[in-house]
């Protein structure tokens, strides 16, 4: 493991590069995005396991945190989704640029907020593999900012108060010109879909929307009896067994 840094937008978003060892030739890689007020860890050190286990079997994994997230440069409350993206393609560049990764056989993985992030990141790269665990699409599916139930608090109070995290107006406001299935229409590879049978962030309109975005390169993974994080010792490592197969089997 070795740190990675990059540059964008005039912040540092910091993370760290876990390797295979040892690694004579350069190895396929996948990229971790993080939920929305999460960091490079993610729930139950989740990424970090993946990381762990995919290095071990000769891949490569970089786990980072957003702006204004963990140990990354920026303002938590100016996280908006377009942004991310852009953090995203960043991240991207820098990591096909690095001398032990292969740039042809670069996967993406996001959590919640970072799914869909990633899901609109992907379109266009030529990515081998995309991996969405619980997408929150419905995070911009109003079509105008006061169709969210939080624009009011947003707009009163300078931020919506998220379980003690500031959204921003500028968040809403962002989400109005994305389309969350329209808009990750353009990656040609195949997409592993986990999510928790109960997940009230990830409902049917959800996975029907990116089941048809996907058609036959999309594979579905229900876990039952939980919701949007699998709180479950049981549900999380079916969550990185089927995780670590699905990368290993596509990159």
């Given at each position: 493991m070795e740190p990675l840094n990059v540059e964008h937008a005039g912040r540092t978003l910091r993370g760290v590069l876990h390797l295979p060892h040892p690694n004579p030739s350069p190895a396929p890689a996948v990229v971790l995005c993080h939920g929305f007020g999460g960091n490079r860890y993610e729930f139950g050190y989740s990424f970090l396991r993946l990381a762990e286990r995919l290095s071990g079997a000769g891949a490569a994994a970089y786990r980072f945190d957003?702006?204004?997230?963990?140990?990354?440069?920026?303002?938590?409350?100016?996280?908006?989704?377009?942004?991310?993206v852009s953090q995203v393609r960043a991240v991207l560049a820098e990591l096909a640029r690095h001398q032990a990764v292969d740039p042809q056989r670069i996967s993406l993985l996001g959590m919640s907020l970072g799914g869909i992030t990633a899901a609109l990141a992907a379109p266009g790269l030529g990515l081998r593999s995309l991996v969405l665990w619980a997408p929150a699409a419905t995070a911009?599916?109003?079509?105008?900012?006061?169709?969210?139930?939080?624009?009011?608090?947003?707009?009163?109070?300078?931020?919506?108060?998220?379980?003690?995290?500031?959204v921003s107006p500028a968040f809403f406001e962002d989400g109005k010109g994305i389309d969350p299935w329209k808009d990750a229409t353009g990656h040609n590879g195949p997409v592993l879909f986990a999510s928790g049978a109960g997940d009230e962030v990830v409902p049917e309109r959800v996975v029907d929307g990116y089941r048809e975005v996907y058609a036959d390169r999309f594979e579905e993974h229900r876990v039952p009896g939980v919701g949007h994080t699998f709180e479950t010792v049981p549900a999380r490592a079916e969550l990185l067994d089927r995780t670590a197969e699905f990368l290993l089997r596509t990159m």
């Open positions: 957003f702006a204004g997230c963990g140990e990354s440069d920026g303002d938590f409350a100016a996280i908006t989704v377009s942004d991310q911009v599916e109003a079509n105008e900012p006061a169709e969210s139930p939080f624009w009011r608090e947003a707009v009163e109070r300078g931020y919506w108060d998220f379980g003690g995290m500031p």
